[in-house]
């Protein structure tokens, strides 16, 4: 399970970099993986400081790649 976290984890990485700052639910569609394992692969990526979340509204959150300063 772990590859597979990693594995995600990249694909979100090039789906951001590629899409800039997208919705959790458009990152879900875009990455044609399952939601848990989208979820769980950004948590890991935000727990590592790779990614901003930013709650938008009730229950919807925007997702970026950290710019590195």
Not at 27 to 36: N, S
Not at 37 to 56: F, P, T
């Amino acid at each position: 399970m772990i590859t597979e976290i990693g594995i995600v984890a990249g694909e979100i990485w090039h789906y951001l970099d590629q899409y800039g700052e997208v919705s959790l639910t458009a990152a879900v569609k875009g990455i044609d993986r399952p939601r848990d394992n989208v979820l769980l692969s950004l948590g890991w990526l935000a727990r590592e400081g790779h990614v901003l979340l930013q709650q938008v509204g009730s229950g919807e959150y925007k997702i970026s790649l950290r710019k590195n300063a």
